[in-house]
């Protein structure tokens, strides 16, 4: 008996959709049929045709221009990307995943160059879109896609919880506007770690986001390089102009070590405005492109990582920050033991070659004092940990199980805010809070560490990455608050968003 298959008009069976069916004698291509395809011609007729095309052009047209006369032609150029960027986040959900790490890499802080009520900043839109855009698509397809909750989805869900109450407790039901739109962008941020374990769904796709994170903490090394290279007038001058989105124009704009301009070494800060913060961001993107570098199956040319790995470690070390480069040789050391053992004789030659080369730059005694005073505890910043550790243990010792919430201390002899992240949680969620935050980041090395001897050389490089990175931000994250922080809440994605990275990489299929 023959079948005759069903074709529609994009030369597919009816019967399966989505592929050429099994039981058809030849691919829908070579049989008779009747429907034809429309041709591009017919179809940019009739978008040309269009009312609704053509109000939204002439919208767009119209914002462009009036943009160029209000604010000058750059800003028109940002809008029209701004607009494309938009449109692709709305697509595909890789376009938004994507989109959100190079803005929590590279544009932390942007803003919308108007005012509003509450001005939302570039990555929480695009935080937002990216989970409505998968949500809709679960929504609309759920014969295709399933929504994926992950083994530590609930538990995380339960920790955002945790902190809602704490929110309210701690401001006795009624926070303020703006620490309620700082804690909104927190929360984008842990659940940026639902949002890859529901668009990570290929093997390809995490490749894919993977080159784009190493590739977009390399160009924040490139800008923070150029910044410190140049005259301070001249990269003073450029740091201001982001003043319309959002960037600080007047106070300290550049830093430097404990002195100001011409007395004392400038820190690079690329576009991240805070030393510290960038330094966490470079460890934690240095550890992955490090472990990625002596993968078997590398996701770039090695000789690319090569330069990636020197440009992020170059930039780290400008910044002076101790904590970040004691996190980066935590996350060395981790990988080194684990599987790669040639990176012990790896790190001894970078350590040569980096002293060679900061001798040559003329840096090499002032980071080495640095370390010295920094172990010693004797320099300022030092010595202004050690008082708010104080202050954060009597803090803790008053409010031990939700802590003080996410607003000021409700005591006028204490003050919030600690350079650590687990006084931090202990400090804002009570011990409550620290014990269910190591729990799940005990949960997620247990579960990926067990993952590894069941997956291929590529995965196990992949995954090993992630692992590094939130190595080097656990460490950095005895001296520094960012990655628990909700006015740094790029810093947060990253952390989570890089966590989700890790379990989506669990899920995927074997290499057939």
């Not at 692992?467 to 922080?485: E, K, P, S």
Request: charged share 10%; with cysteine; proline share 4%.
């Amino acid at each position: 008996m023959f079948f005759v298959a069903r074709i529609n008009a994009y030369g597919r069976c009816m019967r399966r959709p989505y592929a050429w069916c099994g039981r058809c004698m030849y691919r829908a291509s070579t049989l008779s049929m009747h429907a034809v395809a429309p041709s591009p011609s017919r179809l940019r007729n009739a978008l040309a045709r269009s009312p609704a095309l053509i109000a939204v052009l002439a919208l767009a047209t119209g914002g462009l221009v009036g943009t160029a006369v209000a604010f000058g032609p750059i800003y028109a150029v940002a809008g029209l990307l701004s607009l494309l960027a938009g449109l692709a986040l709305l697509i595909s959900t890789e376009a938004g995943v994507i989109a959100v790490f190079a803005i929590t890499i590279l544009l932390p802080f942007g803003t919308l160059p108007f005012k509003a009520i509450i001005t939302p900043n570039f990555l929480e839109l695009a935080l937002a879109g990216l989970g409505v855009v998968w949500v809709l698509r679960l929504l609309a397809r759920s014969d295709a896609y399933d929504l994926r909750v992950s083994p530590l989805g609930l538990p995380i869900l339960g920790f955002i919880g945790l902190t809602f109450f704490s929110l309210v407790l701690g401001a006795r039901g009624l926070p303020d506007s703006l620490t309620l739109h700082n804690y909104a962008k927190f929360v984008l941020g842990v659940l940026l770690y639902v949002s890859m374990a529901n668009c990570i769904l290929t093997r390809a796709q995490a490749r894919l986001i993977i080159r784009a994170i190493i590739l977009s903490g390399t160009l924040a090394a490139l800008v923070a390089l150029l910044l410190v290279a140049l005259p301070d007038n001249t990269a003073l001058s450029i740091l201001v102009a982001l003043g319309r989105i959002g960037y600080p124009s007047q106070g300290r704009v550049l830093r430097y070590i404990e002195a100001g301009p011409g007395t004392g070494l400038e820190r690079a800060i690329g576009l991240s405005v805070d030393p510290n913060s960038f330094a966490g961001m470079l460890a934690l993107v240095t550890a992955l492109a490090l472990a990625l570098l002596f993968a078997r199956r590398p996701v770039l040319p090695r000789s690319l990582l090569i330069a990636v790995v020197t440009v992020l470690t170059l930039a780290l070390l400008l910044t002076f920050s101790r904590g970040a480069l004691f996190g980066l040789i935590a996350a060395a050391i981790y990988l080194a033991a684990l599987r790669y053992r040639r990176l012990w004789w790896t790190m001894l030659a970078a350590g040569l070659l980096g002293g060679g080369l900061l001798v040559v730059m003329g840096l090499a005694n002032d980071i080495i004092q640095r370390l010295f005073a920094g172990v010693q505890l004797q320099d300022q910043a030092q010595q202004m940990r050690l008082a708010e550790y104080q202050n954060a243990v009597a803090i803790i010792a008053r409010y031990p199980l939700f802590g003080i919430g996410f607003g000021l201390a409700p005591d006028i002899d204490l003050t919030a805010g600690v350079s650590s992240i687990y006084l931090a949680i202990a400090q804002r969620m009570g011990l409550v809070g620290l014990t269910a935050f190591i729990g799940l980041t005990a949960a997620w090395f247990f579960i990926t560490l067990r993952a590894l001897p069941q997956m291929d050389e590529e995965r196990v490089g992949w995954l090993l990455g992630t692992q590094a990175g939130l190595v080097a931000a656990l460490v950095v994250g005895i001296a520094d608050h960012y990655f628990f922080n909700i006015e740094f809440s790029h810093m947060v994605a990253l952390f989570w968003g890089i966590s989700g990275l890790g379990m989506a990489i669990v899920a995927l299929p074997d290499e057939q």
